[in-house]
């Protein structure tokens, strides 16, 4: 296996190799490749996760949702500029 610049070793348990290596093989795709597919997935749910919490807790404080309500139907309102969408 060669290794690429700018990679670095990260240690894995043979579990998570053999999984790696049967989805690599499968997908026609290099174990870092997937893992680097596997990641940026993991980042974006956490990223959505977080979001969805930070929803959740503005939810709990009807003040200020509803100022998020207001803020909303103001940007809505630019729907309706007359200016064709891209």
Known sequence: MAVQ???VNVR??????QQLAVLAKEN??????????AVEVY??????????ADFTALRAKPDEWEE?????????????D???QV
């Not at 026609?28 to 597919?37: A, E, F, H, N, P």
């Not at 980042?43 to 977080?50: E, I, K, N, T």
């Not at 309500?69 to 630019?78: C, D, F, N, P, V």
């Open 5 to 7: 610049a700018g990679s």
């Open 12 to 17: 894995i348990t043979k579990h998570t190799h």
């Open 28 to 37: 026609g795709m290099s174990m870092q490749t997937v893992l680097d597919r």
């Open 43 to 52: 980042r974006r749910q956490s990223f959505l996760d977080a979001l969805n």
């Open 68 to 80: 998020e309500m207001e803020e909303r139907k103001l940007w809505e309102q630019t729907l309706a």
């Open 82 to 84: 007359g200016l064709e």
